[in-house]
């Protein structure tokens, strides 16, 4: 599947072959998803699980170079990027690991003449949640990479050949400077970064019996220009699920607030 602009919305395809996350972006201007799961889900056996654990080898894509200044963000739906059964044979709490390589790639130019201020914005994120039996695990939503590049310049501009000498009035010589021929000056600033982040995530009192644990991601992007160019694109690399069955003490029963200074 090819999309040169945009988002695929929820698109997500297993296959049996493993890309590895090398290189990282970004000479594609294609959007893929690429699953391989490395263990099977636990309820292939009846006997309870104390601990579950899957990885995959995930890529998700989207480069954006439309100006989403007067409509938002570009997002897609929240895609199941990991998926998990366990068996608990008690009224336990569940403690879920997610980790995940995550990528964002921003780049942005400008292009300016006659002291004219151009400012190009690109912004990329990810976002990861867990999903126990179709309800969201505390905390919700976490971000697990956002990196937003702004650049401004003012620039004179390309001036070469567009000089000429002209006798003034008063008879004296006079340079000027014909702005209709001026070129202007391009710069430009690329980011492309990877890094590895994890999340605990929480699901309390869960009945004895089988549990279906899924990781969802959802990536957005949003960007603006005036003269010059913009792209915007976010990758959620190899991950692994941990899913684990124990009892948490349960004071305070609500959420610790950093008081504001």
């Known amino acids: 599947m090819m999309y040169l602009t945009g988002f695929p919305q929820g698109t997500i395809e297993r296959q049996s072959s493993m890309q590895q996350g090398s290189g990282f972006l970004f000479s594609l201007v294609s959007a893929m998803a690429i699953a391989a799961p490395w263990a099977g889900y636990a309820d292939s056996t009846n006997a309870s699980a104390k601990v579950t654990l899957q990885s995959s080898y995930l890529n998700v894509v989207g480069p954006i170079t439309n100006s989403t200044g007067g409509s938002g963000p570009i997002t897609t739906d929240w ?25 964002l790639y921003t780049q942005t130019t400008v292009s300016s003449k006659n002291m004219v201020q151009d400012t190009s914005t690109a912004t990329a ?10 309800v969201p695990a505390a905390p919700g939503e976490v971000v697990y990479g956002k990196r937003t ?22 008879g004296g010589l006079q340079i000027v400077l014909n702005t209709n021929c001026v070129q202007p000056e391009v710069v430009g600033l690329i980011q492309d970064t990877v890094s590895a982040n994890s999340f605990v995530f929480g699901a309390l009192n869960q009945s004895s019996g089988f549990h279906n644990i899924q990781i969802q991601a959802q990536i957005s992007a949003l960007g603006d220009n005036q003269s010059g160019t913009f792209t915007a694109a976010a990758l959620l690399g190899k991950g692994t699920l941990m899913a684990e069955s124990v009892r948490l003490a349960k004071d305070p029963p609500y959420p610790y607030i950093i008081p504001m200074q």
Do not use: P, W, Y
Not at 80 to 103: R, S, Y
Not at 125 to 134: E, H, I, L, Y
């Open 79 to 103: 895609q199941t990027v990991l998926e998990q059964d366990i068996k608990m044979a008690n009224n336990h709490d569940l403690l879920i690991t997610a980790a995940f390589e995550v990528g």
């Open 125 to 134: 994120s990810v976002r990861v949640r867990a999903v126990v039996d179709g």
């Open 149 to 170: 590049q702004q650049l401004t310049a003012t620039l004179e501009g390309a001036i070469a050949g567009c000089l000429s000498i002209v006798t003034n009035g008063a």
